[in-house]
């Protein structure tokens, strides 16, 4: 009977101690917990990162670049609906919003801009037939995605509405201003500065970041734009009716 207890406690001692040593913070569950929100939040970004790296400025290459993040996650496996949500939205977006300007900057020919415009009703397509889905309304999903900001919810919510009703008619084929965007500053004139009449347009020979309405885009080099003035370090050039201002360095007019 005494050896029976005793061998009992060193047991229990033994179990007790594996016990503790199993229960150590290094052996706690690690991962990320992995939800139909992180996946499309994980999708945007990718997408998203995709784009702001890019630095084509043909329309079809651009899409092909877009096309390489789904297929890269294939490749793994890792291409949940809920990412495939989040990355189709953010390529939706952001294709849509490039497109005026891209298919006029001489670097995409009529066909390959008609390819554009098909593959962006596709991609529209997909992503709202993937929102049906999981019973996203429009709120829920660009929450989901992480689009806070008060004017890229608008405007996207105001596109979708625009694709549902237009389908290929809804997309805008070359530059305007942005509903509800900001007023064309007024031009500091002085005399250092010289008028838009006297250059006409500039060419980007880097590429640089611009606070549009709906958030903060890239334009890339080689991109040609409406001069409207130029001043001492800066040069005042129009995107989308808008007026923006851009280092002079960032232009052909620094050579």
């Given at each position: 009977?005494?050896?029976?207890?005793?061998?009992?406690?060193?047991?229990?001692?033994?179990?007790?101690?594996?016990?503790?040593?199993?229960?150590?913070?290094?052996?706690?569950?690690?991962?990320?917990?992995?939800?139909?929100?992180?996946?499309?939040?994980?999708?945007?970004?990718?997408?998203?990162?995709?784009?702001?790296?890019?630095?084509?400025?043909?329309?079809?290459?651009?899409?092909?670049?877009?096309?390489?993040?789904?297929?890269?996650?294939?490749?793994?496996?890792?291409?949940?609906?809920?990412?495939?949500?989040?990355?189709?939205?953010?390529?939706?977006?952001?294709?849509?919003?490039?497109?005026?300007?891209?298919?006029?900057?001489?670097?995409?020919?009529?066909?390959?801009?008609?390819?554009?415009?098909?593959?962006?009703?596709?991609?529209?397509?997909?992503?709202?037939?993937?929102?049906?889905?999981?019973?996203?309304?429009?709120?829920?999903?660009?929450?989901?995605?992480?689009?806070?900001?008060?004017?890229?919810?608008?405007?996207?919510?105001?596109?979708?509405?625009?694709?549902?009703?237009?389908?290929?008619?809804?997309?805008?084929?070359?530059?305007?201003?942005?509903?509800?965007?900001?007023?064309?500053?007024?031009?500091?004139?002085?005399?250092?500065?010289?008028?838009?009449?006297?250059?006409?347009?500039?060419?980007?020979?880097?590429?640089?970041?611009?606070?549009?309405?709906?958030?903060?885009?890239?334009?890339?080099?080689?991109?040609?734009?409406?001069?409207?003035?130029?001043?001492?370090?800066?040069?005042r050039v129009q995107y989308e009716g808008a007026d923006y201002d851009i280092?002079?360095?960032?232009?052909?007019?620094?050579?």
């Amino acid at each position: 009977m005494k050896t029976f207890v005793a061998s009992l406690a060193a047991f229990t001692i033994l179990f007790g101690g594996v016990v503790a040593y199993c229960q150590t913070p290094l052996d706690a569950p690690g991962e990320k917990k992995v939800t139909v929100a992180s996946e499309i939040e994980r999708g945007r970004s990718e997408m998203a990162d995709a784009a702001i790296k890019s630095h084509t400025l043909n329309l079809l290459a651009y899409e092909v670049e877009h096309d390489e993040v789904i297929e890269r996650n294939k490749a793994k496996n890792t291409d949940s609906d809920g990412f495939l949500l989040g990355a189709l939205l953010e390529q939706w977006i952001f294709v849509d919003q490039m497109y005026p300007t891209m298919a006029s900057n001489g670097f995409t020919n009529k066909e390959g801009a008609k390819l554009v415009r098909e593959s962006l009703v596709e991609h529209f397509r997909r992503f709202r037939d993937l929102q049906k889905k999981f019973a996203l309304d429009d709120d829920a999903l660009l929450d989901a995605a992480g689009i806070k900001k008060s004017e890229g919810r608008t405007r996207t919510k105001q596109r979708i509405a625009e694709y549902e009703a237009k389908g290929l008619d809804a997309i805008i084929t070359s530059p305007r201003r942005v509903e509800n965007g900001p007023t064309p500053q007024t031009p500091t004139i002085s005399s250092s500065s010289v008028r838009a009449s006297e250059l006409g347009v500039v060419t980007l020979t880097q590429r640089v970041s611009i606070n549009v309405p709906y958030g903060v885009i890239g334009l890339n080099a080689g991109l040609r734009l409406k001069l409207v003035s130029r001043a001492a370090t800066t040069a005042r050039v129009q995107y989308e009716g808008a007026d923006y201002d851009i280092p002079l360095s960032s232009t052909d007019l620094a050579k």
